[in-house]
């Protein structure tokens, strides 16, 4: 069984460069979200996907923009990358009322 | 605003001794409350949750939490500890009834476990 998957593992970007990170679930959850984990702070939401076409806000949006692309496909997009970005990102998802699946995590350094 | 506190950063216990790990929010409603435990390199999985009912419920890997909301905790314990239980433990609030995924995390705690 997949899960969650996450794409790409590691990634190294320079200041100012954009990338996109994937994350897909084949779990038929409706639910999806990005969270960021630094040192010290645990996990923070960036955004999330309460079901397919709708997108919020969480705790950390700045800097980050995400694509609800279909029912299993949740996308994270760095516009501008910044060194204060560099973090591991976790997608996840979930029924609506219930645990959080992740995704075994991206690794962001941000030079 | 929504908060969790996990007072211990890092907690090392014996193989085969007992475990809590300690667990503070602050919440206006009642609170969703869970642990979730992270291995080195992987995602989060869940532990255990609460959300209503009995105040003691039982996870995965013989843990269990207790909701005490006069204290306004949620510790965890096991009564023996294995050399596999050594990861990070989370604490976390949910802050949607209509959405348990919104969560608040704690800080996280490091459980090494020696030999």
């Known amino acids: 069984n997949a899960g969650v998957t996450q794409t790409p593992k590691f990634q190294v970007l320079k200041t100012g460069q954009s990338m996109t990170l994937q994350c897909a679930q084949d779990?038929?959850?409706?639910?999806m979200y990005w969270y960021r984990q630094d040192p010290g702070m645990g996990l923070r939401l960036i955004y999330y996907s309460a079901s397919e076409g709708t997108t919020d806000k969480g705790e950390v949006p700045n800097g980050y923009n995400v694509s609800r692309l279909n029912k299993r496909e949740f996308s994270l997009r760095l516009e501008s990358a910044a060194p204060s970005q560099t973090s591991v990102y976790f997608c996840?998802?979930?029924?609506?009322?219930?645990?959080?699946?992740f995704g075994e995590g991206s690794r962001l350094t941000v030079l | 605003a929504q908060s969790v506190t996990q007072p211990d950063i890092h907690i090392t216990v014996s193989e085969g001794a007992s475990l809590e790990l300690r667990c503070n929010y602050s919440?206006?409603?009642?609170?969703?409350l869970f642990w979730y435990v992270q291995s080195p390199g992987q995602g989060l999985q869940l532990l255990l949750k609460?959300?209503?009912?009995?105040?003691l419920v039982q996870g995965i890997k013989g843990f269990e939490a207790e909701f005490k909301r006069s204290q306004s905790s949620f510790n965890l314990r096991k009564p023996s500890v294995h050399w596999s239980d050594a990861a990070e433990y989370f604490c976390?609030?949910?802050?949607?009834?209509?959405?348990?995924?919104?969560?608040?995390f704690g800080q996280g705690t490091t459980l090494q476990v020696k030999p």
């Open positions: 609460y959300f209503s009912g009995d105040t």
């Open positions: 976390a609030v949910g802050t949607s009834s209509s959405n348990t995924g919104k969560l608040i």
């Open positions: 919440y206006g409603a009642t609170p969703y």
């Open positions: 996840a998802s979930s029924k609506v009322t219930g645990e959080l699946f």
């Open positions: 779990m038929n959850h409706n639910s």
